[in-house]
């Protein structure tokens, strides 16, 4: 049940009463003193800011070190990137980037397999290369990797390879990276060139194997047939070696290792200087190309 | 710029005594408002709105009416999240009437006459259905306008001189004598 003690429709803000009690309810307050609730603001408040404070030092620290990863996350792509356009990648890992930018229409070389030797398989045919010749032949192949030069001379039966920064791998067989100057490798033998050695001239004929390590000088005229010729680290000249089922060793640091054995084992080892005479064969004819 | 204006900008700075003056311009009709209607949840509803309030207060740009309108607001949810964790209806203010059953008629003219202080006044306004009370607060109580209340009870302006209206007639019902429907009859303030 309600009373209307004011005329229907009209202004209640007149009747006195109501404007009195309306002053009351809004009289002002003293603020002199703390109101309630004020300590608790002013605390908060005080949290706030040292909240802020340390937002503020932990955002600039994030932000470095999201520029940081930022940074350190473009170099390595860019590197990886580049490197794998320049396909000096491990085997794997080339093979993994190059198949993961063929998907994106970028041709990158492949890698090299379990073996060491770079694939051959989908290579695209306008493959970055230096190469003047590439003049394949049956069963053989011959591969120069970018930036390689002057790989002339494919093997009949062996794999001649060049890999990036080989130089002078004439005549086919394997050349690793800094070596220069392997020619006329294996027909169907196997003429090997450690790194830093040079003029691996005229390698392993038919069956044959003529290696050269690393460091080694001039190892001209390996083994024949059957034969074996090996310079190793810091050995000299080797010229002529093994003959038909011969073995014409030269140790590290032996030098002018010529002439050597036919059929018999001839070895120049360690400090010797002197020039092995054959065994018991006529000198081998040397044969540089 | 005002002072206003400059205590605020002090107190985005860090300034503790400017927030000192901006807690204390809103605080008093901030808690008048709460406990009205809210009776004994007001003061957590004020303090969680203060938290609400130095949390964000970096982020506020406004004058000194758009500041009063933003700490209501936020203190008008605080209010309405407490209630509804406690589950239970808008409250009386205890000061001095029967919450439960509500004075007499004859009571409450006897207590206007003779108590007519802010808390008694407030009590009377607490009477008001919600939504009068809360429109007769922040029109005559707070000061707000009728738009900027409208913004803090999420109501249209419209809406809010309505429900004030209806709530200062109601009020001047509860203020009459019993058996007088004259409204010129003498005040309060006269009568005493």
Redesign the interface.
């Known amino acids: 049940m309600?009373?209307?003690?004011?005329?229907p429709g009209?202004d209640?803000?007149?009747?006195?009463?109501?404007?009195?009690?309306?002053d009351?309810?809004?009289?002002?307050?003293e603020?002199t003193r703390p109101?309630?609730?004020?300590d608790?603001?002013?605390a908060?408040?005080?949290a706030?800011?040292q909240g802020?404070a340390k937002n503020s030092r932990f955002s600039l620290g994030s932000a470095k070190a999201a520029v940081a990863a930022a940074i350190g996350t473009s170099v390595l792509v860019t590197g990886g990137v580049s490197a794998a356009a320049a396909g000096v990648l491990p085997g794997a890992a080339q093979q993994t980037v190059s198949t993961l930018l063929k998907s994106v229409g970028i041709s990158v070389p492949e890698g090299k397999d379990a073996d060491g030797q770079r694939e051959v398989r989908d290579r695209p045919d306008n493959a970055p290369s230096k190469a003047a010749d590439n003049d394949e032949q049956s069963r053989d192949r011959s591969e120069e990797a970018p930036g390689a030069r002057s790989n002339g001379d494919d093997a009949q039966c062996g794999r001649p390879e060049q890999p990036p920064g080989a130089r002078g791998n004439e005549g086919g067989n394997q050349q690793p990276p800094g070596s220069r100057g392997n020619q006329n490798g294996a027909q169907c033998g196997r003429s090997e060139q450690a790194p830093g050695a040079r003029n691996n001239q005229n390698g392993a004929g038919q069956g044959g194997r003529s290696e050269q390590s690393s460091g080694g000088g001039n190892n001209e005229n390996g083994a024949g047939q059957g034969g074996r010729s090996e310079q190793n680290s810091g050995g000299g000249n080797n010229e002529n070696g093994a003959g038909q089922g011969g073995r014409s060793e030269q140790n590290s640091g032996g030098g002018s290792n010529e002439n050597k054995a036919q059929r018999g084992g001839s070895e120049n080892t360690q400090g010797d200087q002197a020039e092995q005479p054959p065994a018991d064969a006529p000198k081998a004819s040397r044969s540089r190309r | 710029m005002d002072e206003f204006e400059q205590r605020l900008a002090a107190?985005q700075e860090?300034d503790?005594l400017a927030?000192?003056y901006l807690?204390?311009s809103v605080?008093?009709?901030l808690?008048?408002y709460l406990a009205t209607l809210g009776g004994p949840l007001a003061?957590d509803a004020?303090?969680e709105t203060?938290?609400s309030?130095?949390?964000d207060?970096?982020r506020f740009r406004g004058d000194e009416a758009g500041w009063r309108s933003w700490i209501f607001t936020i203190g008008h949810s605080r209010l309405r999240d407490a209630q509804r964790r406690a589950g239970r209806e808008p409250v009386w203010v205890d000061a001095g009437l029967e919450p439960a059953l509500g004075p007499a008629?004859d009571d409450v003219a006897s207590t206007?006459e003779e108590l007519?202080?802010?808390e008694?006044?407030?009590a009377?306004?607490g009477r008001l259905p919600r939504d009068q009370a809360e429109a007769?607060?922040l029109r005559?109580?707070?000061?707000m306008d009728a738009p900027a209340a409208g913004r803090v009870l999420g109501k249209r302006p419209g809406a809010v001189r309505v429900a004030a209206?209806r709530g200062?007639?109601?009020?001047?019902?509860l203020?009459?004598p019993p058996g007088?429907?004259?409204?010129s009859?003498?005040?309060?303030?006269?009568v005493t």
């Open positions: 309600s009373r209307h003690t004011s005329r009209g209640p803000m007149s009747d006195p009463r109501v404007r009195e009690l309306l009351a309810a809004a009289a002002p307050v603020t109101l309630p609730g004020e608790e603001a002013l908060a408040f005080r706030s800011r802020a | 107190a860090g503790e927030f000192v807690f204390r605080q008093p009709t808690l008048r003061e004020a303090a203060w938290v309030v130095v949390r207060l970096h008629a206007v007519l202080s802010t008694s006044a407030l009377l306004i007769v607060l005559y109580v707070v000061g209206h200062l007639r109601r009020l001047a019902d203020l009459a007088v429907t004259d409204p009859a003498p005040s309060v303030a006269e």
